[in-house]
């Protein structure tokens, strides 16, 4: 497993987080999704060799929110 963290922009409230987090844990190899609406920050627990950075990061912006390199 591998900690990764992305910076997603446009989370504001309960809902957001509770999105972001949905669309994570439902993709094969996430274990565990920590969102931080304060800074923008989401870490993420992995196994890498299930999914990939652009696997989460399509998850993420089809909920609606910009994830920045």
Known sequence: MEN???HVE???CGHCKSAVTKALTELDGVKN???HLETGKVNVEVDPSKVSDAEM???V???G???KA
């Open 4 to 6: 990764k963290t992305l």
């Open 33 to 35: 999704v920590v969102v």
């Open 57 to 59: 990061r399509e998850a």
């Open 10 to 12: 446009g989370m504001t």
């Open 65 to 67: 929110y910009d994830v």
């Open 61 to 63: 912006e089809e909920q």
